[in-house]
């Protein structure tokens, strides 16, 4: 599975930068759900980062029109981060690539497939969720 995952990378690497994002910009993206605005402390702690990180991530998305702070409906000192349009359509193309499948999965037998489904349904960890 590691040599599966890491023959990938490089096909990640050149997804975020069609898009004209480094691959940490580009997995703040795909962080971040549409119409679900998430404070940048609550970033830094899913992100096991400090805030200035999530502030160069944010800045850079930012940069690019994918996202834009706003201000916490209830409490004025917090800002949050929410997708803007042409960030949600374009999280929903960088994910359209992510989850394409390699050549060699697409070469496995239906029955190959329903047997590596099962499987990785047992192994593998839920998809994230905000905190």
């Keep these: ?3 599966l ?6 096909q990640v690497m050149e997804i975020a930068a ?6 940490g910009a580009m997995n703040a993206l795909l962080f971040l759900e549409p119409g679900q605005p998430c404070s940048m402390g609550t970033l830094a702690e899913a992100w096991k980062c400090d805030a200035s990180n999530v502030t160069w991530l944010v800045d850079r998305l930012e940069e690019h029109g994918l996202a834009e702070r706003r201000p916490h409906p209830t409490d004025r000192r917090v800002r949050t ?11 929903t193309q960088i994910q359209s690539k992510l989850y394409e499948a390699p050549p060699s999965l697409r070469e496995l037998s239906v029955t190959d497939l329903e047997t590596l489904g099962r499987i990785m349904r047992k192994v593998a960890p839920e998809p994230h ?3």
Excluded at 81 to 91: D, E, N, P, Q, S
């Design 18 to 23: 069609a898009h004209g994002l480094n691959p």
């Design 1 to 3: 599975m590691t040599d």
């Design 81 to 91: 981060v929410a997708l803007t349009r042409k960030g949600t359509k374009m999280r």
């Design 129 to 131: 969720a905000h905190p």
């Design 5 to 10: 995952f890491l023959s990938r990378k490089t």
